[in-house]
């Protein structure tokens, strides 16, 4: 403050000298250009770089049991400074105002329960070069207890962090009484739509198998749900392959008379040996309720969705807008299918997670992205999600914040590499640049059974 201050007075006395007002200044003062570079540095973040904090509103935690004495059960709960900042630089001063949890110095970190109050309120803020305070902001942090709460049918959405199913089993055993539903179910004994490499987009155009499956929730207009099976090869292959595509207790059915499934764009109704075509060029819409229909599912209380990392990993900066665009606008129109079939379906938006450093992006994708050029998608994609998706409880839309909750340094897998051929020192390094290991993974459900709690609880 006092330099600032002088800095005015003597741009003032400066008007009537032939010195330009940054000589000036820094004769008068004995200034070496080392720190007019700090000074210029310190404008800029304030003025060009003003960095966003990406939380929702509330954040909804699980507490452990009272006078806990189970160790192995204890809960914990932290928000990473780096995930949730942009842009993000160590010179930041992190500081936080709360009645409870503590500044680690790189997260806030909540894992003492016993005299904690019901709801507390979290402001971060963050803090330039000379004490400059750059933006903070504030939201509601609500406990809930880890009790059985009424059970609940959950649907999870999503692509191969769904379909990794650690964190949908980390969520159900905190919760018990969920009841997963959907037709994947890989190795952890839950049910979902996870699947690897697919985009929000792909649920909305994959009716016909190109190796990678097809959408469960594509269906011919004018045809009901049960009467269409799908794409023909894909379903001839569920029928000669021990395959997972298909959902525990439903057997998939040998081909019979009254089913129409679609092959090179054409809907054939088959009967006695014989397809019949009934419609060229079908139009396919993306309908929950004839997905409800076709696969005899149990109406789901939540619906979880999770996407982002496929539509980002190589979305360039010049391309991002558009990107960003498209992802909205599914998000919209799957909320908006699910909603036309009940609108009392609680609606969860997971805010997508950060990759791992360069040398895993590197190793895995070679030159055709970065990690910083993914970190500045994640985290504008998460900014307009908690924007556009946040505040809207009461139309059961609800925002997850996974982004905050999972350590991209430690939930990562990593591995001691050396640094050249040559050499015999050895680095630790991520080896995976975008899935977490067992660890992060539990952390994303961590913030999911919060939600899930805070759903059941109201």
């Not at 609680?346 to 993914?374: E, F, R």
Request: proline share 3%; net charge negative.
């Amino acid at each position: 403050m006092v330099q600032k201050i002088l800095k005015q007075q003597i741009m003032r006395l400066a008007k009537t000298t032939d010195l330009c007002i940054n000589n000036f200044y820094n004769v008068i003062c004995g200034i070496m250009p080392r720190i007019t570079y700090i000074e210029e540095k310190d404008e800029m973040i304030m003025h060009c770089d003003k960095p966003i904090i990406i939380l929702p509103e509330k954040i909804s935690v699980l507490r452990d049991v009272k006078n806990q004495s189970i160790h192995t059960d204890f809960e914990q709960y932290s928000i990473y400074y780096k995930n949730i900042i942009y842009p993000y630089s160590e010179e930041y001063d992190v500081q936080i105002e709360c009645e409870f949890g503590k500044n680690l110095g790189n997260c806030w970190r909540l894992e003492e329960f016993n005299d904690i109050a019901d709801t507390f309120l979290l402001t971060l803020k963050i803090y330039g070069y000379y004490g400059k305070l750059l933006t903070e902001k504030s939201c509601r942090v609500q406990i809930f207890e880890k009790k059985e709460y009424p059970t609940v049918n959950l649907l999870c959405i999503g692509d191969s962090m769904t379909m990794a199913e650690t964190y949908i089993a980390h969520t159900v055993n905190k919760l018990k009484n969920i009841n997963t539903i959907g037709l994947r179910n890989i190795s952890h004994n839950v049910n979902h739509e996870g699947r690897g490499g697919w985009t929000c987009s792909a649920y909305f155009e994959k009716y016909t198998d190109d190796g990678w499956g097809i959408s469960p929730f594509l269906f011919p207009e004018g045809f009901d749900g049960k009467e269409y099976y799908g794409d023909k090869k894909f379903y001839e292959y569920m029928l000669n392959t021990n395959t997972d595509y298909s959902h525990i207790g439903t057997s998939v059915t040998p081909i019979q008379d009254g089913m129409v499934i679609c092959d090179n764009d054409k809907l054939y109704r088959y009967s006695k040996g014989i397809y019949d075509v009934v419609c060229e060029n079908p139009v396919f819409k993306f309908d929950f309720s004839k997905y409800i229909e076709r696969y005899s599912m149990p109406t789901p209380d939540i619906v979880s969705i999770l996407f982002g990392a496929n539509e980002f990993q190589i979305c360039s900066y010049s391309e991002f807008d558009n990107e960003l665009n498209k992802f909205i606008c599914n998000l919209n129109n799957m909320i908006e299918a699910i909603h036309k079939y009940n609108h009392n379906i609680k609606i969860v938006i997971n805010l997508p997670i950060c990759g791992g450093d360069q040398y895993s992006w590197g190793t895995q994708l070679g030159c055709k992205s970065s990690a910083k050029q993914y970190e500045y998608c994640i985290k504008m994609a998460c900014s307009a999600i908690t924007d556009l998706f946040d505040r809207r409880r009461n139309e059961n839309i609800f925002v997850c914040p996974m982004l905050a909750v999972c350590d991209t340094v430690n939930g990562f897998q990593s591995d001691y590499i050396k640094s050249n051929i040559y050499s015999e020192h050895f680095e630790r390094h991520i080896t995976n640049w975008v899935h977490p290991s067992e660890i992060g993974y539990k952390q994303m459900g961590d913030a999911l059974a919060g939600v899930i709690a805070d759903i059941c609880d109201n």
